[in-house]
């Protein structure tokens, strides 16, 4: 019996003599509410007593329905709520459904046209559910609907009135879906569009004639109905169509550029255009988070005052996920022929992880424009103008996951002067969570714009180290191919000397060169491989100086020295022997040596506290007791690790073999069948049915190693469990 | 001079007396506007007159400024407004500020305490705006402040009235932003958050006593200048901070199957997560537009409910950009090492294009369920049991642009019956702005799932074709890389039978196969480079058979017969002699035999009607005029490329060099010098100053061909221009 039903309720619907409230009426009343059918009495000529609430009782009772009439005045509304307590001994609905208009311009709307409206719609309203709220209180349930329009929420010519006390039920609503919260009472809008002159113009005749009240009873209905628990939505309806409309932010922007500024109009003309920027505008659920945001941003503020105060900056986001990882690793020569580099290619790989030297790519803000403007009077940096010289990194806390957003801080801590060119030097601090954990460093050549007096070394540059003089410990050879610039691009730099032929010869190359940082990545790779043991996460800093182009499709050797858990290495081309990564080392935690496998270092222990998704096993947990023969059936034992920002951060064992047991952590014996890294958010929506796990794993959002088949024996069971 | 002033406008401020409405006066009345001080003037304890409002007045007059004090209330806001008029014989400018509090929980509320608010807050706006109104109406200007509230905008506890009466405000405003439209009436509303007890239980104490009305003052001061022209704006001021707030609607969703179907309680169940999805919610301008989508979405839902009575239908989009469409050619074979390949990969070549084979994987939506719902009872699919069989594509007008968005319907034609196994014959409609552009059908081939019964054959099944028994007219052979499959995965397809060994031998592959529609992105370039001047949009129609599987690494060899308009081709690998792709043919627009370029085609001239940069070209149109000297020095031609959807809609030339003209079309003489490519939104962001052109060149958004140096002689005299 999947009907929805009211039996035992009573249900209140004000203005229900016709249309929209008649068929609020009618559609409770056919499905067991008793309904107290409330219309003003007046006839339209404003003479005796109409009859048309009696009307809709009678109707209701035809179809073997209880209901009652009542001729009271919304702004009575007590009297309506005692009807219903009178007759039926309780009330469990409240639908504000009564409205008239008074449409006049602005300028011609007399005060009696402003006030009877308040009256009606918002007084009205009050009073009906005030008198209401004790009860509801009372018996901790109550359902109540407002009354809402699109004149309200967008405005309407001629409706000044309506508009506003339209806009007085959001407001009110609001409050109530709070103050009702811990009693059961849930308070939500509609706005529902009938037929009515204001769409007659504009709609289709067909299509007006279709706008029957009928097709917005049942969303009514629904929202009034004990399994309905969301509270202070606002929902528009029409013609069989439902939406939800709902307020957002802007991120917003300070009005001035440190807080010991003052704040004046010309500051805040200033910073206009990032206040109205509705780019990344944000839900705000609560009155309570517009302080939490404010509080965090001040800080945010402030922290980047301090900052900006010892050199100016520029911040900025990056956002990158697994796709971008991969597409980078081939950029850089990953390869499957060599096994070891499968981790960084296939997201789904037990091991998958990002290269090290992808995180050099968040520093590189495209839009920053911090190079440009440390330039002296007189001098210039674009880029037509710059080349890349040195790059550093250095990571100050565990190799980031494979996904994920910073916050990058860009600025220039020197400027030199090299004689013919400058030097930036560019420092960028990289966020993760508010947490600094890396930090890079570039060195810009600005070619010509040298000789204006400046320092000629800084202290805060981080320098290279000149290689051994003995020949290299290690050396690995590596073609790039014809096409790396053209997929290296791929990873966002995109200028065009690494494509353009036409660009390429301008600038004095016989074609398109290879970008210096994917140079790099070959040979930062070639040292991880050597003695890292292909391990990421074994890295602790690298830096390096780019010497000489290089053309896609030359071969790169990789001439590497060990020098305790320094790496120095040097980059020569094949074809001409020249030296084009020079004076470099890569910094280690542990050094691997080639051959021997990564150590097969079990991860640090995941310790998250609580995640949405614990909810879930426990409710696994409770329907393998409760179905022990089903779960035995499935005869495999599952490992899910559960990620946050694309790290594990819990794991889950659900042994359906032997044990029949759920418990957090790897398996206690023996080895996983299958291993499933999900995130805590897409497995809830995989429980939840919102996400499909066959679409979560073809677009890499469910990973599955080891044996896939059993994977989908789990897939029922799990969602089955999760719907206990 | 940068100062906004406020000379000869007349500005009346309610509850003026102190706190925010204090600092608004003071700060208007510094800037040389006449304010009229309004503050309700009964003391705190009820008794006597207070003077606030007298030293306010004091206070503007010490400092030079001019103003007189207004005692009346807000619910008589006429005499206000007289007082504005008596004084100053004008009024500009009207902040509604005026208010008071009377918090109870909602049962304790009286009707006092209800009336009240909404009287001072309300009714007083609407009496004091109301009596301004004409004097704005009849000068043609005027700027009023709404003051709301966060309790307004999220609801709050024991704020019940308020909260209705602040949102009033919101709805008030936006009918009289529309209504004082066309008279120059700018209607905003500020939510202002000074130090109150609701903020500081929260809030840091030093926070709290930052919160300063002073703060706050000039963002309302620029809301109320004469260069302030938006209207209907929320913004929210506090701290030195300000955001925006606006509504945004769902796509919502239908609550019924089709037309013809009730919409009942269970129908409005069912379809609720859809409604409530937040995920595309879109900003509604004005209430007009809510009916333009209604209509659209219900035109929509019959179109598909007509089609879906034929076929159950999956709708799905597809985004794509010029980076997915260099990705892919780089995954199908397209190499720098054939130059008439760098207009697949470079996305500011002036003929860059997507490859046509690309535009088959809109059709591959993976989240589709047609096929598994077309199995009958007892027989499944899912991505372990199917197999790509065979491949068609059709271009239903030109080949599309290089980005875009696409609509795109899929479902089953026919189930076949092939014994063992079960085909499903898959259609995809590929819609463009409501227009079909391409039809692709897949066959699928389910494995083990035959033998229900089903047809063999089907009409609606596009039908291969033997290749002529000849010998091939031509022959091209290209080596597939080794990470060939594993660089294609990037456009997509992340089954890990392509890069995952263990699926790979689970399946009987010796290692990772390639994804046969790669394999066929080599064979329709091959056909593409041999018979069609590498031209993509010389392409109508393609269909192909996948006949064995292909590993990364191998050699592909295409054979092509030219039969007509018609190439015929099969693929071979040169390892094994096998077939892998069969029966295959492309239909050609125009044959163009291999090695004659591409005929030169002018493109279609472009011929878009009005778009938003037409404004900046005849803006630089006279800026060049009003300045012929600076324009000379130019001294370079400028051929712009307006795009709309990665398509070039209209061209405009600027010669700067000899004729100092602006016109529509390429050069009447000679070429450009620099050729820029740019989106009609974008192009109005550069000229705005919101988006930097070099940020727009380096993230692929403005193209540049020709000199790259000229452009940027260009830049700020665009800008300038742009600004006169």
Redesign the interface.
């Given at each position: 019996m999947?009907?929805?039903n009211f039996a035992g309720r009573v249900a209140v619907v004000t203005g229900a003599g016709g249309g929209l409230g008649k068929a609020y009426a009618l559609?409770l009343g056919s499905?067991g509410a008793k309904v107290v059918v409330n219309d003003l009495g007046s006839a339209r000529d404003g003479v005796g007593k109409s009859k048309f609430a009696d009307l809709v009782v009678q109707e209701i009772k035809d179809k073997g329905g209880i209901a009652v009439a009542d001729y009271n005045s919304v702004v009575e509304g007590e009297k309506i709520i005692k009807t219903a307590l009178d007759n039926f001994g309780r009330v469990d609905i409240l639908i504000n459904n009564a409205g008239i208009l008074r449409d006049k311009?602005?300028?011609k709307?007399s005060e009696q046209d402003?006030?009877l409206i308040?009256a009606v719609h918002?007084?009205g309203a009050?009073k009906t559910?005030?008198a209401a709220?004790?009860t509801f209180?009372k018996q901790k349930y109550g359902r109540i609907i407002m009354t809402t329009s699109?004149?309200?929420?967008?405005?309407?010519?001629?409706?000044?009135?309506y508009?506003?006390?339209?806009?007085?039920?959001?407001?009110?609503?609001?409050?109530?879906?709070?103050?009702g919260a811990k009693y059961n009472i849930k308070v939500n809008t509609i706005v529902p569009?009938a037929a009515s002159r204001l769409?007659e113009d504009?709609?289709?005749p067909e299509?007006f004639q279709a706008m029957k009240p009928?097709?917005i009873a049942?969303?009514v209905?629904?929202m009034v109905?004990e399994?309905f628990t969301?509270s202070?939505?606002i929902?528009?309806?029409?013609?069989?169509?439902?939406?939800?409309?709902?307020?957002?932010?802007?991120?917003?922007?300070?009005?001035?550029k440190k807080?010991s500024d003052?704040?004046?109009?010309?500051?805040?003309?200033d910073?206009?255009?990032q206040?109205?920027n509705?780019e990344n505008?944000q839900?705000?659920?609560?009155?309570?988070e517009?302080?939490?945001d404010?509080?965090e941003?001040?800080q945010d503020?402030e922290e980047r005052c301090k900052l900006d105060g010892q050199n100016e900056s520029y911040w900025g986001k990056y956002k990158y996920n697994s796709?971008d990882l991969?597409?980078y690793a081939?950029g850089v020569g990953a390869?499957?022929?060599n096994?070891s580099d499968?981790k960084f290619?296939?997201?789904?790989?037990e091991s998958f992880s990002a290269l090290p030297t992808f995180f050099i790519l968040p520093g590189m803000l495209?839009?920053s424009?911090v190079v440009g403007k440390a330039m002296p009077p007189g001098k210039y940096a674009?880029?037509?103008n710059i080349l890349h010289g040195e790059q550093y990194i250095e990571f100050l806390s565990d190799l980031p996951g494979t996904e994920g957003e910073f916050t990058v801080r860009n600025y220039v801590v020197d400027l030199l002067d090299k004689g013919s060119s400058a030097v930036a030097v560019v420092n960028s601090e990289i966020y993760q969570n508010k947490e600094l954990v890396i930090r890079t460093q570039q060195h810009i050549f600005v070619l010509g714009q040298g000789g204006f007096g400046g320092p000629r070394n800084s202290k805060q540059a981080i320098a290279v180290e000149a290689v051994p003089k003995r020949s290299p410990d290690a050396v690995l050879e590596q073609r790039t191919?014809?096409?790396q610039?053209?997929?290296y691009?791929?990873s966002g730099?995109?200028?065009?000397l690494h494509?353009?032929?036409n660009?390429a010869t301008a600038s004095g190359h016989p074609r398109?060169i290879l970008h210096g940082l994917a140079s790099l990545g070959f040979s930062a790779r070639h040292v991880l491989m050597k003695y890292a043991g292909n391990d990421a996460s074994n890295v602790k800093a690298l830096k390096a100086r780019f010497a000489k182009p290089v053309l896609?499709g030359q071969t790169l050797i990789t001439e590497m020295w060990l020098e305790g858990k320094r790496v120095h290495f040097q980059t020569k081309l094949k074809e001409t022997g020249n030296i084009v990564i020079a004076s470099s080392y890569m910094d280690l935690k542990n050094v691997i040596k080639d051959g021997a496998p990564a150590s097969n270092q079990k991860m640090a222990a995941p310790s998250a506290s609580s995640l949405k998704s614990d909810s879930l096993f426990a409710k696994i947990e409770d329907g393998i007791k409760a179905n022990p023969d089903k779960a035995k059936s499935v005869g495999a034992v599952y490992l899910y690790n559960i990620t946050l920002n694309g790290k594990t951060v819990k794991q889950w064992t659900l042994d359906l073999k032997s044990a029949l047991a759920v418990y957090q952590g790897e398996p206690k014996s023996g080895k996983a069948d299958t291993t499933m890294t999900v995130s805590d958010d897409d497995l809830m929506e995989i429980a939840a049915g919102?996400l499909?796990p066959?679409?979560a794993?073809?677009?890499?959002r469910l990973k599955i190693s080891g044996n896939?088949?059993l994977a989908?024996k789990l897939g029922p069971l799990l969602k089955s469990e999760a719907k206990l």
């Open positions: 999947d009907q929805l559609l499905r311009s602005f300028q709307m402003w006030d308040q918002l007084k009050y559910t005030q709220w004790e209180k699109n004149a309200g929420l967008f405005g309407n010519f001629g409706q000044a009135n508009s506003a006390a339209k806009m007085g039920l959001v407001g009110l609503a609001s409050t109530l879906a709070i103050e569009t769409t504009i709609l289709p299509m009928d097709l049942p969303v209905a629904y109905h399994s969301d202070g939505l929902i528009d309806s029409t013609l069989g169509f439902a939406t939800k409309t709902h307020l957002v932010r802007s991120q917003g922007a300070p009005l001035r807080p003052p704040v004046t109009i010309e500051s805040v003309r910073n206009w255009s206040v109205v509705m505008a839900r705000i659920e609560k009155i309570a517009v302080t939490v404010l509080v941003k001040l503020f796709k991969v597409c081939l390869s499957v022929v096994p499968l290619l296939y997201e789904s790989h495209m839009e424009p674009d880029f037509t191919a014809e096409d610039a053209a997929l691009r791929l730099d995109l200028n065009p494509i353009d032929p660009v398109p896609p919102t499909s066959q679409v794993y073809l677009k890499g896939i088949m989908q």
